[in-house]
C-alpha cells in the first residue's frame, strides 16, 4: 500500500464518523479516592440501562457521548474498592456527576489503599481497564522494592528481565526478547539510545523520578509499530496526579559488602495546583553510588583432537572500583485552558557519570597447553610465557533530555491531540586513558609450568612453580605495551510532531471512536571516536606500590598495579607529533567505528474502537514509510605505512504497512478475555548497519551490512483474565511471534579446498558473503565478519499472573498479600549454514515471586526474581556464548511513624548471587561476576 492511499483510508474512517450524526447530550465526571484528593485511574464506569462502558484515564475522568434523554443509573467498580452508583437524568445538556471510593485514608499519597496494596490495586485496575495486553507498575508500586534504576523496577513485571551491569539494571527485555527489538518511550517521547544499537539504556533514569511505568505488550494502529516485544512507556509526575499541594522528601543511605562504604540519595518532589487551572510539578534525584566489582574472564575455548575442551586463549582477573553519580530533573506544567483544551510542557533532563577504574591482570596464550603441556578434562597445565596487567580511569558522561509540548481539545464529539516533541543523548569519553605493561618471554628467565584450575568453573584456580608464580607477581618485570588515550563522543537526537483526531459517534445503535492521525520522527545518530595510541619506554615499578586487592574474593589474587593515580601522569602523552605516537592504530580506531545516520519515519494510521455490548475491538492499520541514509568509512590497514580510508554512502527506503486488531470480551464483571494481533517492524541496529568496514593485515574483515533489511513480525495474543476477590487476579496468556529477516552476526571464513591450503575462489566466498567486498579491492581475503538477515525465526510462549489479598480467602490473613508471574517461553532461528539456535537473548524461564505484609503502620515485601539462561553471542555450535540463569533475592520494611514520616530498610541480592557466563557448556566459564549484597536504609516526608 502506498503511503498516499494509507492517508486516504486514514480520512476515510474519519469521514465514516462523521456519516452518523452528532449527539450532545454527554455524561462526564471524575472518580476519586474518598478524600477527594487522589483520582483513581482505571475505574469502570458503567451506565447499566444502555450496557455502556468506559474507564477513567489517569486523572480519573470519565465521559460518555451521544446519551439520549433519561433517568439512569451509573455504576463505579474498581478492584480494591466496594462498587458504588448513583442515578443521573440526561436532558438534553451535558451532566456531571462525580464519584468518591473507600474509606478517607489521608496519609502518604492520600490513595484509596496504601503500600503494597495499593500498587496491587493502582496496577490491576489499570490492565483490567485497558483496550490492548499492558502491565503495570503504579506509582506506589516503584517504592516497594530496593529499585535504584528503571530496569531493576521493570524485572518485577511479568514476562520482563533484565541485562545488568556492575549489578545494576541496564537493558530490559519483555518475553525474554532481546531488548534491541522493544521500545522505550518518556511520556510517550521514544527514548534515545547513545550507544550503537536501539536498545535503550535505564540505569541512567532513577525510578524516583517516576509515576508510573506501563508496558503495552499488544500494540495499537495510535503507537509507533517498533517493537516487537512491546512498549515501555515511563509516566513522570504530574501536578493533576493530586488534588492541590504534594512535597515529598526521601533521603537514604546504602551500605555494599565489599566496598564497606555508606553512599548517599536523595529525592524532592514538590506538586501544586493553582486556581484549578494550572498544575506544577517538580523531582529532583540525585545518588552517588560507590560499586566495587570482582570479575574473572575467559577469551576462548576450543578443543583437542581427543574433543577435549580446553581455553585456548587468555584468562584474566578484573577489579571494578565505580562511581556512578546520577542527577536527575524533571519539570512538568499543566494547564487547564477552559473545559476543552488541556495544554501540557513535560521535560526530564538526566545527567549519568560513571567513574571507573579496572585493573586487570591477564594470563596470555594458554593454548600453548595443547602442544607443550598438559590438556585434561577440568585443568591446563601451561609453559606461561607471556602476561599482561593493565589499569583503565575512565570518566563516561551520558545525558537524556526530553522535551514534550503538546495537548488536547475537545469540541462536541470531537478530540485532538497534538504534540511536537525534542529527545537527545549524548555519552562523552574524553576524560580516559588506559594502560598496559606486558611481561614477555617468561620462559627465557623464569622455565617452569602453571596449572590452571576448571573443577569449579566459576572460580578458577592457578597453581604451580613458585618461582613462576612470584615472577609474574612483581611489577618490575613489566614494560609498558601500550598507552591509549580516548577522546570520543556519541550523540542521538529525535524530533517528532503528531497530530491524532477522534470522534466518538453511535453507529447502529453501536458506540465507536473513530481516530486516526499521523506522526513525524527525525533522527539523527552519530559516532565519533577519536584514539591516540603511544609506546614509550616505562616500567611497571614506577607505577605500582601496594601488592594485592584486600578482600579480593576469586581464585588467582588480584594486583593493585598499575596504579591509576600513578598512571594519571601518562595523559601528558596527547600530542600526535611525540616520537612514541603509534600513528597507525591510532588512525585505524579512530576512523573505522565513525558513522553519521540519518532517519526520517513518516507514519499514519486509522483505526475504530468499537463498543459491542461486553465486547470491545480496536482494529485498524499503520502505515510507517522510512528513509534513511548511511556514511561510513572503510579502513584499510594492510600496509601501516600506506594506510588509506574511504567514505561510504548508502541510501534507502521503504514502506510497511501494519495492521492491528485488539479484541476484549467481558464475560462477566470478574472474567475478562483478550484476543490480539498485530504487525511490526524493528529497523537494524545502527551498529548492524552502518557502512564501516576495516581489513588487517591479516587480510580479515569486519564491516557492517548496510543491506540489511528490517526485521518483521506477526504477533498473536490470547490471554484470560479472572478477578475472584476485592483484591485479586488470576490470568494466563500465551503468545506467538512469526519473525522474518532477524539479525545475527556471523562470520565467514575462505574454505581451504586441498591439502596445499589453496582458497577457495574468491568469486565463491563473495557468493556465500552477505556483503559485497567489491570495495577493498582485494581478493586475498580470508575471512568476513559481519551482520546477515536470516529468512524465519519463531517465539511462542506462555504468561501467568497471580495477584491475591490473603485476608479475601483468609480473614485471620488479614494484610498479606502474594504475588506471583511465570512465563515460559521458546524459540527458534536458522542460520544460513542450516544451523538452528534459540533466539538471541531470548530467555526460556522468567518468574517471580513477593509476599507482602501491608497492615498499621507496617509495610514488609519480600521478593524472588528468576530469569533463565539465554543466548548472547554465537560462536560455534558447542561455544555460544550463555548468560546463565540467575536467582536475585530482595526485602524491604517500612514503618509510618506518623501519618507523614516513615523510616525504611531494604537489603538488595541477598544471597549474593553471582552473574555468570560461559561457552556452550557451564564447565566452561566465560564471564564471572561477583557484586556482594546491599543494604539500604532512609527516610521519607510526606505532606
Known amino acids: ?17 462523521l456519516a452518523h450524526g452528532a449527539f450532545a447530550d454527554t455524561i462526564q465526571g471524575q472518580v ?40 439512569y443509573s451509573i455504576s463505579v467498580s474498581y478492584v480494591g474498592a466496594d462498587a458504588v452508583s448513583d442515578t443521573v437524568i440526561v436532558a438534553g445538556a451535558p451532566t456531571e456527576l462525580d464519584f468518591t471510593l473507600g474509606a478517607d485514608v489521608r496519609y502518604l499519597d492520600n490513595v484509596l489503599v496504601v503500600g503494597s496494596a495499593a500498587a496491587a490495586a493502582g496496577a490491576i485496575n489499570q490492565q483490567r481497564a485497558a483496550d490492548s495486553i499492558i502491565s503495570v507498575i503504579d506509582s506506589d508500586g516503584l517504592g516497594d522494592f530496593p529499585d535504584t534504576t528503571v530496569a531493576d523496577s521493570l524485572q518485577r513485571v511479568p514476562g520482563l528481565s533484565i541485562v545488568t551491569d556492575q549489578g545494576e539494571g541496564r537493558y530490559v527485555s519483555i518475553r525474554g526478547i532481546n531488548t534491541d527489538l522493544i521500545a522505550a518511550s518518556i511520556n510517550g517521547v521514544r527514548t534515545p539510545s547513545p550507544e550503537d544499537r536501539r536498545g535503550v539504556l535505564l540505569d541512567g533514569v532513577p525510578s524516583d523520578l517516576l509515576d508510573g511505568i506501563e508496558v503495552q505488550k499488544s500494540l495499537t494502529p495510535d503507537v509507533d509499530a517498533d517493537s516487537l516485544g512491546g512498549i515501555i512507556n515511563l509516566k513522570t509526575i504530574s501536578a493533576f496526579d493530586r488534588d492541590g499541594q504534594f512535597i515529598r522528601a ?7 559488602e565489599i566496598t564497606e562504604e555508606v553512599t548517599p540519595k536523595a529525592t524532592f518532589t514538590y506538586s501544586n495546583v493553582f486556581n484549578n487551572n494550572f498544575g506544577v510539578a517538580f523531582s529532583l534525584n540525585y545518588q552517588d553510588l560507590r560499586i566495587e566489582a570482582h570479575n574473572s574472564e575467559f577469551g576462548e575455548f576450543g578443543f583437542t583432537d581427543d574433543g577435549v575442551a580446553f581455553a585456548n586463549d587468555d584468562f584474566e582477573n578484573r577489579w571494578y572500583d565505580l562511581t556512578r553519580e546520577r542527577l536527575g530533573f524533571v519539570a512538568n506544567f499543566d494547564w487547564r485552558v477552559n473545559e476543552n483544551t488541556d495544554l501540557y ?19 596470555r596464550d594458554l593454548g600453548d597447553a595443547e602442544d607443550d603441556g598438559v590438556v585434561a578434562a577440568d585443568s591446563s597445565t601451561i609453559p606461561l610465557n607471556e602476561m599482561d596487567t593493565e589499569v583503565r580511569v575512565r570518566e563516561e558522561t551520558r545525558n537524556i533530555q526530553t522535551i514534550a509540548l503538546g495537548g488536547e481539545s475537545q469540541l462536541d464529539l470531537w478530540t485532538a491531540s497534538y504534540e511536537v516533541s525534542y529527545a537527545f543523548a549524548d555519552e562523552q569519553d574524553d576524560n580516559n586513558h588506559d ?23 566459576e572460580v578458577p584456580r592457578i597453581s604451580g612453580d613458585q618461582t613462576l608464580i612470584d615472577a609474574i607477581y612483581d611489577p618490575s618485570n613489566y614494560e609498558l605495551d601500550s598507552l591509549e588515550r580516548e577522546f570520543s563522543v556519541n550523540e542521538d537526537t529525535e524530533v517528532s510532531a503528531r497530530f491524532d483526531l477522534s470522534r466518538d459517534s453511535i453507529l447502529n445503535g453501536m458506540p465507536v471512536v473513530w481516530k486516526g492521525g499521523f506522526k513525524i520522527r527525525d533522527r539523527e545518530k552519530t559516532r565519533d571516536e577519536n ?23 576469586l581464585g588467582v589474587p588480584q594486583p593493585t598495579w598499575p596504579d591509576p593515580e600513578l598512571t594519571r601522569s601518562l595523559r601528558s602523552f596527547n600530542d600526535a607529533s611525540d616520537p612514541d605516537f603509534e600513528a597507525a592504530d591510532s588512525f585505524v580506531d579512530s576512523a573505522v567505528a565513525d558513522y553519521e545516520i540519518n532517519e526520517q519515519i513518516l507514519a499514519a494510521y486509522g483505526m475504530g474502537t468499537f463498543d459491542i455490548g461486553a465486547l470491545t475491538i480496536v482494529a485498524g492499520v499503520r502505515v510507517e514509510q522510512t528513509d534513511v541514509d548511511l556514511e561510513g568509512v572503510s579502513v584499510n590497514a594492510i600496509d601501516e605505512d600506506n594506510l588509506a580510508s574511504e567514505g561510504r554512502f548508502f541510501s534507502d527506503d521503504y514502506t510497511n504497512v501494519l495492521p492491528s486488531i485488539n479484541a476484549k470480551y467481558e464475560f462477566n464483571d470478574k472474567l475478562i478475555g483478550r484476543a490480539a494481533y498485530y504487525a511490526a517492524v524493528v529497523r537494524p541496529a545502527f551498529g548492524e548497519v552502518a557502512p564501516a568496514a576495516a581489513i588487517n593485515d591479516d ?6 551490512n548496510p543491506n540489511l533489511d528490517a526485521l518483521e513480525a506477526d504477533n498473536f495474543d490470547l490471554t484470560l483474565e479472572y478477578y475472584p476477590t476485592e483484591l485479586s487476579v488470576i490470568s494466563v496468556g500465551v503468545f506467538y511471534k512469526d519473525i522474518e529477516n532477524a539479525i545475527f552476526g556471523d562470520r565467514y571464513d575462505r574454505e581451504e579446498i586441498d591439502d596445499m591450503g589453496t582458497l577457495e575462489p574468491f568469486a565463491d566466498f563473495q557468493a556465500r558473503v552477505p556483503i559485497d567486498l567489491a570495495f577493498l579491492n582485494n581478493e586475498d581475503i580470508t575471512r568476513v565478519d559481519t551482520f546477515v538477515n536470516v529468512d524465519s525465526s519463531e517465539i511462542w510462549g506462555a504468561e501467568f499472573n497471580y495477584v491475591q489479598s490473603l485476608e479475601d480467602l483468609v480473614p485471620a490473613l488479614e494484610g498479606f498479600l502474594v504475588s506471583a508471574n511465570l512465563t515460559l517461553t521458546d524459540s527458534e532461528s536458522t542460520l544460513p549454514d542450516g544451523r538452528t539456535v534459540r533466539f538471541l537473548n531470548q530467555a526460556d524461564t522468567v518468574w517471580n515471586l513477593a509476599l507482602g505484609y501491608d497492615k498499621g503502620p507496617w509495610d514488609l515485601r519480600v521478593s524472588a526474581n528468576f530469569r533463565g539462561n539465554n543466548l548472547d553471542e554465537l560462536i560455534d555450535e558447542d561455544l555460544d556464548r550463555t548468560i546463565d540463569d540467575r536467582l536475585l533475592i530482595e526485602a524491604s520494611a517500612k514503618f509510618d511513624v506518623n501519618d507523614n514520616l516513615q523510616i525504611y530498610v531494604e537489603g538488595k541480592n541477598l544471597t549474593d548471587e553471582p552473574e555468570y557466563y560461559f561457552f556452550g557448556s557451564e564447565s566452561r566459564p566465560m564471564q564471572y561476576d561477583e557484586f556482594g549484597t546491599s543494604w539500604i536504609f532512609g527516610a521519607r516526608l510526606t505532606y
Open 1 to 17: 500500500m502506498t503511503f498516499r492511499k494509507a492517508k486516504l483510508m486514514t480520512v476515510s474512517l474519519i469521514g465514516l464518523g
Open 32 to 71: 476519586t479516592d474518598a478524600s477527594g484528593e487522589a483520582p483513581l485511574e482505571g475505574a469502570i464506569v458503567t451506565i447499566e440501562e444502555l450496557n455502556r462502558s468506559t474507564s477513567t484515564g489517569r486523572f480519573g475522568d470519565y465521559r460518555f457521548v451521544g446519551v439520549p434523554d433519561g433517568e
Open 250 to 256: 526521601n533521603i537514604e543511605g546504602r551500605w555494599n
Open 345 to 363: 510542557l513535560r521535560t526530564l533532563f538526566n545527567n549519568y557519570v560513571d567513574d571507573e577504574v579496572r585493573n586487570k591482570f591477564e594470563f
Open 435 to 457: 594502560v598496559t605493561f606486558r611481561f614477555e618471554d617468561i620462559q627465557d628467565s623464569f622455565p617452569g609450568f602453571l596449572t590452571l584450575d576448571l573443577a569449579n568453573p
Open 531 to 553: 584514539f591516540l595510541f603511544f609506546e614509550p619506554d616505562l616500567n611497571l615499578a614506577e607505577f605500582s606500590r601496594d601488592a594485592l586487592i584486600e578482600n579480593w574474593r
Open 699 to 704: 587480510l580479515e574483515v569486519e564491516a557492517g
